[in-house]
């Protein structure tokens, strides 16, 4: 094994195969250096690979399930193993799911807790005191401007939205004289597969804001984190909508958001953007068709 003193620094993306995750590998693949790409599917980290060698980048791919209780330990004896230690954590991996919190499946709710929130704090614990103790790199956690307000027919997308943006500001907060930056970036609808596979894509509310491609949210993102920014919140709309949900008052914002986030009429009461054909019990699941 490699000594500490001669390891080289890495920028670990977790979340590298696709969306904005990628794009943030490209990005920062830019400024030479090793690339530690980490997700599940192993031909899509392969293609996120080739663009990082691309971009002038050394790419190193994981495949690992981040839901798993050791994925961190894992993470860590990976780099180990390769002689690099974790100078930049880019925490882009997120999981949503829109309808009603008392239809949609329990399991499938718990996991986006255990992906949004522990899997980013655990990474977060994990390699944030070693960049204390070198005094330099930092972390990016991706939260989204859905983390400025409550989501009835999101609620747990946004509350872990939320949690992300309030963890990374205060992080940020206790760390700003150390040499090591926390960055919260919180766009707006994003052009990634994340929208079709939660079903926001069929909400109105998503349908009206414009989407941004994920290699402007990863240009933003970089360049936040590199001028040593709390918060990043790219495009002048997710901006406007920061905004607006900070002054309206709840009462006004939390029916407005409801109504934005129903189902449209080819859906089922969950609203999930899944496929349902019919009902078990009154306040049961649907069945997917």
């Not at 798993?68 to 925490?91: I, T």
Request: charged share 20%.
């Amino acid at each position: 094994m490699t000594g500490a003193d001669e390891r080289r620094s890495a920028v670990v993306v977790v979340g590298a195969s696709q969306g904005i995750g990628r794009a943030m590998a490209t990005v920062a693949a830019r400024d030479g250096g090793a690339i530690v790409l980490v997700a599940r599917s192993a031909d899509a980290l392969a293609e996120a690979a080739a663009g990082v060698g691309a971009a002038g980048g050394e790419a190193f791919v994981l495949e690992l399930d981040l839901l798993a209780d050791d994925a961190s330990d894992q993470l860590q004896a990976f780099l180990d193993a390769n002689g690099l230690y974790c100078d930049v954590l880019v925490n882009s991996a997120g999981l949503g799911l829109r309808g009603a919190a008392t239809l949609l499946p329990h399991d499938d709710q718990m996991g986006i807790v255990d992906l949004n929130v522990r899997a980013l704090t655990d990474l977060t614990l994990r390699f944030l005191p070693g960049m204390v103790s070198r005094g330099r790199g930092g972390v990016i956690n991706l939260g989204s401007i859905a983390g400025f307000t409550p989501g009835p027919n999101m609620a747990l997308y946004y509350a872990s939205k939320s949690f992300v943006r309030s963890f990374s500001e205060a992080l940020h907060r206790e760390v700003h004289r150390t040499g090591v930056t926390v960055t919260c970036v919180a766009p707006g609808p994003v052009s990634t597969e994340f929208l079709q596979k939660s079903g926001a894509s069929r909400a109105t509310l998503f349908r009206v804001l414009p989407r941004l491609k994920p290699d402007y949210v990863a240009e933003r993102a970089w360049q936040g984190f590199r001028s040593g920014r709390r918060t990043v919140v790219p495009g002048a709309i997710a901006k406007l909508a920061s905004v607006v949900t900070a002054l309206l008052p709840s009462a006004v914002l939390l029916p407005l958001i409801d109504r934005l986030q129903r189902r449209s009429s080819d859906l089922c009461p969950c609203g999930s953007g899944k496929p349902y054909v019919k009902c078990h019990g009154r306040g049961g699941f649907w069945s997917r068709s």
